[in-house]
């Protein structure tokens, strides 16, 4: 691993591999804070270099220094899912493959976010390129798996969180001056603003790279430096901006040229990013019979994808998003007023990934037009044990419990709303109703006198 002040982030990290590391390379940048100590107590070599700006050539540098038939290549503020570890062995002890494509749960604001990426490789025969959204280059063949491995940097403070996206951006713009014509770091650049919510810039990126690049400056089919595919992500990424600052008829006319782009040049299957986008700009349009289409055209395409992943190595942005489709599916079906179908594909949503809030909400929509207050209790109520509830839920809670006439459960999640939202008289009103129902008037009075401004 590479690091650099990550005090914060290292134990954790550090804890979760110490079982499965035969050896711990740790190449420190210039840190001013623990990090050093820390890694050297869990038994890492350290060694230091200046940040040159470039994340691929620390990283190569620390691949140089491990001397292990296989590397496993970890940020500081990731974690192994101990559990897996059986797993892990079990990879590494075949001799068919030179890599190992892992799961990676991305923890952000909404939930977690799942994507696979080649981690480990046989050393010798991966390495890696670019100075930044490094990309893993490995001769041979990749086995994928199911082995988790846990992300927190999208998960931090705002002050960081800028910072970081700050940092990210001037190293793809000194890539881009570098070599203008370097489309991997345009679709970095156009992505990192779509991801801080600057649409227009991503946008402006976009179109300004659309005006370097055209198809035809691109190899007609996509050979082994995936150009054509890098022109292909440039579209997506700038359909995405586009639909994000709701301009959906462009969205779905850069998502169409490109798969018209890559029909042309013979290419297969379906690229899935693009269907997806396709899939949520119609679902925005509330167009949820085309909506519906292209979800479902996205899974059974994705199942390709799935089955043929040690032979790809292209970039694939939505492989880990069947829980976002089936949520889609979801959401259009119980527009569509087919609330069973809703809500069987609303709890594969949750079942694929119990962290993601959306589908929970979805569910508890569809329960609740279906007159079920009790499983809608019961929705809500998981997404409390699974540690994901926004500040509404106890809102929620309390008013689901009042319906059913269960006002002492209602108190104390109406009671917790308050704590956060205290100007909020119309929960206070509530509370003291359901005081006054259980015959506690004194109380009740107190509520109703407060909710007065007595």
Known sequence: MIVKNE????????????????????????????????????????????????????????????????IFQIDADEELEKSDIPKLRDAIAANNYDGIIIAIYSIIKDGIHKFYHPRIFRRGKGFYKDIIHEQTIIDGERLPTEIRLYHHGYNLDEEKMKIKWQRTTHLLNKQIKQNKFDSFAWFNLIRNYRIQDLFQNGIDAGEEALKIFTPDSFSKHVGTNGRLHHYVMILYETANCYLYNENFQKAKELCHFALSKLAESEVTPENIDLIFTLACTYLKEEDYRRAIDYFERFLSSREWYLKNMHNISLMVDTLGYDYTAYNGLGYCFGKLGQLQTAINYLQKAIASNTRYLTPYK??????????????????????????????????????????????????????????????????????????????????????????LGE
């Open 7 to 70: 005090e914060v982030f290292l134990p954790n990290c550090l804890n979760s591999i110490r079982d499965v590391a035969d050896e711990i390379i740790v190449v420190d940048t210039g840190s001013t804070d623990d990090t050093v100590t820390i890694a050297r107590n869990f038994g890492a070599k350290v060694y230091h270099h200046p940040w040159n700006d470039s994340f691929s050539e620390a990283r190569n540098l620390s691949i140089n220094y491990a001397s292990g038939d296989w």
């Open 362 to 451: 979805n569910l508890v929509l569809c329960y609740l037009n279906d007159g079920n207050l009790v499983e809608a209790t019961n929705t809500l109520l998981k997404t409390i044990s699974e540690g994901i509830a926004d500040d509404e839920t106890p809102l929620c809670l309390g008013e689901l419990y009042i319906k059913q006439e269960a006002y002492e459960k209602a108190i104390p999640y109406l009671e917790a709303y308050l704590k956060i939202y205290p100007e909020n008289k119309d929960t206070l009103l509530n509370i003291a109703r359901c005081y006054e129902k259980l015959g506690h008037l004194d109380a009740a009075l107190v509520g109703y006198k407060s909710a």
